[in-house]
């Protein structure tokens, strides 16, 4: 029989075959599950990390990834949830192949119309504290790609101009954001649902959100947004551990060992002790 596996597991979530071909490869072992609803993912171990990796590819649209993503949550109990793919860049110091990790994410369509017209309501969440602080860390080591620490927008349109009532929205209302997506905050807002979740979304930059978008895509700057995003997952994947674990958990300065044990330097103990060798001195 074979053993369970009881390494802790990190969902990543892509929307597109060239986001979900990006991650893929540095997946090892491999091996197709599928949710009792159809939604299919494939799990394996990320070398160089204690994480087992939950790849899937959702589809397109916030709404479509709040609910899938709240479904592979329930099911796989995750320690931590990426979304990773391609976006539009918000600012002109942003450019193609350059990656934004979100800070906090916008769900650019909340409001009310009136009379007086459109008055916004913002909703933002913000990313996980210790994701952003590895991705930070991990940038730093990250020779080939440039990374930003911003706002990533998220709403239901494909933005190819930037002289749209759309773009003129984002400008004056969410006018830090570094890039323009469809799925983070349907991501974000079911990692927040499901409660003590850490998430973050990983965007490269495949476009300028304007009308040569076209030109751009064809040009293959998605595969290569792409490829920088998941490259940056992965950096973040190996500086972040799971819970419970630290980069000096096995033994700190003193010679304490973390985990379950009993310290009897300085004291004395009547009675019997059983316990096992964990290593010698």
Not at 211 to 230: L, V
Not at 254 to 276: A, C, N, S
Request: proline content about 5%; hydrophobic content about 40%; charged content about 25%.
């Amino acid at each position: 029989m074979s053993v369970p596996e009881t390494r802790p597991i990190v969902l990543v979530l892509t929307a597109l075959p060239v986001e979900y071909a990006a991650v893929r490869p540095y997946i090892e072992g491999r091996k197709e599950r599928v949710h009792p609803n159809g939604t299919r993912v494939e799990v394996g171990s990320l070398p160089g990390s204690p994480w087992q990796v939950a790849v899937s590819e959702l589809g397109v649209g916030a709404e479509r990834a709040a609910a899938l993503a709240t479904r592979l949550i329930e099911w796989l109990k995750p320690e931590a949830v990426f979304f990773t793919g391609v976006a539009g860049s918000l600012k002109d110091d942003i450019p193609l192949g350059d990656v934004v990790v979100g800070t906090q994410v916008y769900d650019i369509h909340g409001g009310k119309q009136t009379d007086e017209g459109f008055k916004v309501r913002p909703k933002a969440l913000p990313s996980s504290h210790a994701l952003e602080q590895a991705a930070r860390s991990a940038a730093r080591d990250l020779a080939d790609v440039r990374v930003h620490f911003a706002p990533i927008a998220t709403g239901d349109v494909v933005l190819a101009d930037s002289g749209s009532d759309i773009a003129r929205h984002i400008e004056t209302h969410y006018n830090d954001a570094g890039a323009i997506e469809m799925e983070g905050s349907g991501a974000a807002n079911a990692a927040h649902l499901s409660g003590h979740l850490d998430a973050l979304v990983v965007r490269g930059v495949s476009d300028r959100a304007n009308a040569r978008k076209a030109q751009a895509d064809a040009g293959g700057s998605q595969q290569r947004a792409a490829a920088h995003a998941a490259s940056v997952t992965v950096a973040v994947l190996r500086k972040h551990l799971p819970r419970g674990r630290s980069a000096d958990s096995e033994e700190d300065p003193q010679g304490r060992h973390d985990g379950d044990h009993i310290d009897f330097r300085g004291g004395v103990f009547h009675g019997t002790v059983v316990g096992k060798r964990t290593g010698t001195r």
